[in-house]
């Protein structure tokens, strides 16, 4: 079975900040790993992925993350956050299930920008 | 290229009611995803169609069913709604079973 646990349901930090999103996963099986953005009254759009090769993982809109599988985490960075971050973040894991990429998500993490 | 589109946008029915809400997968996809999300919560995983037959199943009951078409679009029925239901539902394609899921903006159920 699968989990993943996004630590911190809110986070605020300033425009030009570093921006840190915290996920932790569990999988019994080599995972593959997301992070989605979701807008207000949108739909989840696909930042980045890890599946196998280079554990660093850069995404759309600056955004990139490490895939660490000692430490079983996937943590989204990016270095200077800007107003159009801010969304909620949602960190997913595949778990099969007889071929079917079922993802797991997360119950997210609320990203708000401070001028 | 067309992403995945879903209808309706809003809905909202009374209890004991039955929905259908559609998704269009992207040009290409064959296979669609259902996934439902709860107000402040991440989404659940449905069930999941590959090229016409259903390929994996969440913890729903059975009435929640699905179809999906020769053309890959897909359907989500909802059978003697409950309050319970009210939330986002999401529909997802990709190129095969395994491969990245692209979602649609959504269908917004309110159940009164």
């Known amino acids: 079975a699968q989990s993943v646990t996004q630590l911190g349901s809110h986070v605020s930090v300033s425009e030009g900040a570093l921006v840190l999103l915290r996920c932790n996963y569990s999988?019994?099986?080599?995972?593959?790993l997301f992070w989605y953005v979701q807008y207000p009254n949108q739909g989840l759009q696909l930042l980045l992925k890890?599946?196998?090769?280079?554990?660093l993982v850069k995404g759309i809109n600056g955004f990139e993350a490490e895939f660490k599988k000692s430490e079983t985490s996937f943590h989204l960075t990016k270095p200077s956050a800007h107003m159009s971050d801010a969304a909620e973040y949602f960190c997913a894991v595949s778990g099969g299930l007889g071929g079917a990429q079922k993802l797991v998500f997360g119950q997210g993490t609320r990203l708000t920008i401070n001028p | 290229e067309t992403g995945v589109t879903q209808s309706p946008t809003h809905l909202i029915k009374t209890r004991g009611q039955q929905v259908t809400l559609r998704c269009s997968s992207q040009s290409g996809h064959n296979t669609v995803s259902w996934y439902q999300q709860a107000l402040g919560q991440g989404p659940q995983f449905i069930f999941q169609y590959y090229r016409e037959e259903e390929n994996g199943r969440g913890n729903f009951p059975p009435r929640f069913s699905g179809l999906q078409f020769p053309n890959y679009s897909s359907e989500l029925n909802v059978n003697a709604l409950e309050l319970d239901d009210s939330a986002l539902y999401l529909c997802?394609?990709?190129?095969?079973?395994?491969?990245?899921?692209?979602f649609g903006p959504g269908t917004r159920l309110l159940v009164l």
């Open positions: 999988s019994s099986v080599p995972p593959y």
């Open positions: 890890y599946t196998t090769g280079a554990t």
């Open positions: 997802a394609s990709s190129l095969g079973r395994e491969e990245t899921q692209y």
